[in-house]
């Protein structure tokens, strides 16, 4: 009964975004107990779409998580319109999709008290990589405090900018094959004097360049030339901006060339301009894949596979 109520009401907020629920099926979480996994769509072009996983007994009903819901969502259906809506780049220039996230958080099994959720990251270079990073990120007792609820809506975009990070910082390795690696989630991440995610302190200058990276492999390598959302509220929490500051970023790129507008001005694409810097941006993503190997702590290889 309980599932056939979330049905519902993930239906019902799915069209208020412009979205609809092409399936669901039942889930199961990772330490036990239920949960319906819904595909939701792209109203004007079903094959677009994204995983959505809740648990079972998510208080839908409640009024400050109902509002969340419908926050994700709105965000879903513009992120959904992009070339490569699974895909991100970090700020070292690394091209990453995100994939087999397992919500919401579970308790941890080996005794700690923390919360956890699995997934996979995979380098996307235009190439048949096999690089990837299996993930289990961890959340504090602290930190969970801050967050309305453990599930996917209320925690995917800063799960993402914290891999992100963590991956700049040298700490997450892409390899062939390889157990999990940590992600610790603690309050670094976050400011309770600004009550906000803080991630990275960029310049202005960094952000124009974070945002033509994105443009070279999200639109020109990977999308085929289509348009990717450059005002994307989660790149301006991973570089500690606002999406003004992002407008800005993406007026200066387009004055100089480098990326072409839509009819909606927070997409743009890849043009030529910017496509003749490909072999910097190759050079710049060798570099940084040769940075993330040493720097690993190799103690770490060896698993953590009880998390």
């Given amino acids: 009964m309980g599932s056939e109520v979330l049905a519902v009401q993930v239906e ?100 700690a008290d923390t919360s956890l959720v699995h997934g996979e990251v995979r380098l996307e270079d235009g190439n048949e990589s096999v690089l990837h990073a299996k993930v289990s990120v961890s959340m504090t007792v602290t930190f969970r405090d801050v967050v309305p609820a453990p599930e996917q809506p209320f925690a995917e975009g800063f799960i993402y900018n914290a891999v992100r990070k963590t991956m700049d910082q040298g700490q997450l390795e892409l390899v062939k094959s390889g157990n999990r690696q940590p992600v610790p989630l603690t309050t670094r991440f976050y400011s309770a004097r600004q009550g906000k995610f803080v991630f990275n302190d960029t310049t202005e200058a960094q952000r124009t360049e974070f945002l033509a990276t994105k443009a070279y492999w999200l639109s020109g390598v990977l999308g085929g030339g289509g348009a990717v959302w450059l005002l994307d509220p989660r790149d301006a929490q991973y570089l500690d901006a606002t999406v003004d500051e992002l407008r800005k970023s993406v007026d200066a790129l387009k004055a100089e060339g480098l990326i072409a507008l839509g009819n909606d001005a927070e997409f743009g694409s890849a043009t030529e301009k910017l496509m003749a810097r490909g072999e910097a941006y190759r050079a710049e993503l060798a570099r940084s894949l040769e940075q993330i190997r040493p720097a690993f702590n190799e103690e770490m290889r060896a698993g953590l596979t009880n998390m």
Avoid: M
């Fill in 12 to 111: 019902a907020a799915a069209k208020a975004a412009g979205l609809v629920v092409v399936s669901s099926e039942a889930g199961e979480k990772y330490a036990g107990g239920a949960t319906t996994k819904f595909v939701v769509a792209l109203a004007a072009n079903t094959a677009k779409s994204q995983l959505l996983e809740f648990s079972e007994a998510f208080e839908f009903g409640r009024e400050d998580l109902k509002a969340g819901v419908k926050d994700y969502l709105a965000e879903a259906a513009k992120r959904l319109k992009s070339a490569r809506p699974d895909c991100y780049v970090t700020l070292h220039g690394i091209p990453l999709s995100f994939g087999k996230f397992g919500w919401p958080f579970h308790e941890s099994t080996s005794g």
